[in-house]
């Protein structure tokens, strides 16, 4: 299961979203808009034809020890940020935060740390051009995934996503990471959290 990953077709996708438990009351009022949106919208949320708002999937990557996290320096946000991108019409949103942290870093091995979402957010995109092509402001419906990848691998920017790609301590994540939800996935991710927090005990589920 670590190395090799099939893209699945999840019938009860709204029904994992759903059993995420939110921990803040912003994180609670995220999941009900998006649960909301799925009920009304449904399958058309996994595609972006579904211009103001889809489903975006991410991967919180860190390696072995749980000491650091695998970053990119994202073109859009002219920031680092965590790996991903859209759903683009599949309902196996881990097999495609897999995929995106694959495809946005080089690594060839990542395996879920935990099969339960780890963070579910609502993310605003600014309006921008993609490959010369207007793309007007929307939001994204994100769920994101802990995974986990050997240090040893190596690293490859995306041109199109990614200027840099790095591995970051766990301690300097708040320096250059200023969104939350990012903060958030390190307390849940990161061994003791933060201020001795327990981080949730989450196991995995195929």
């Known amino acids: 299961m670590r190395n090799v990953m099939q893209e699945q077709d999840v019938t009860d996708w709204k029904a994992r979203l759903a059993a995420y438990v939110p921990e803040t009351e ?3 009022r995220d999941r009900n808009e998006i649960l909301l949106a799925a009920e009304q919208y449904g399958t058309q949320l996994l595609w972006r034809s579904h ?3 889809h489903f975006t999937c991410s991967g919180f990557v860190m390696d072995t020890r749980l000491e650091k996290v695998l970053m990119v320096y994202h073109r859009i946000y002219d920031s680092f940020a965590w ?3 859209h759903a683009d019409g599949s309902n196996d949103f881990l097999w495609t935060a897999v ?3 694959k495809e946005e870093t080089g690594i060839r091995k990542p395996y879920p740390l935990t099969g339960a979402i ?3 957010d609502i993310l605003p995109v600014r309006a921008h051009q993609k490959n010369g092509t207007p793309v007007p402001e929307h939001q994204h419906y994100n769920v994101t995934y802990g995974l986990i990848a050997d240090t040893r691998e190596t690293l490859r920017i995306a041109p199109d996503e990614n200027t840099a790609v790095d591995w970051i301590p ?3 994540l708040p320096e250059i990471c200023k969104e939350p939800h990012m903060l958030r996935c390190m307390k849940r991710s990161s ?3 933060a201020g001795g927090k327990p981080c949730r005990n989450r196991s995995w589920h195929s």
Request: with cysteine; hydrophobic share 25%.
């Open 26 to 28: 912003q994180e609670r």
């Open 51 to 53: 211009a103001e708002s």
């Open 170 to 172: 766990v301690e300097k």
């Open 83 to 85: 790996t991903g991108g």
């Open 191 to 193: 061994p003791g959290c």
């Open 118 to 120: 780890l963070s579910l």
């Open 99 to 101: 995929r995106e942290a």
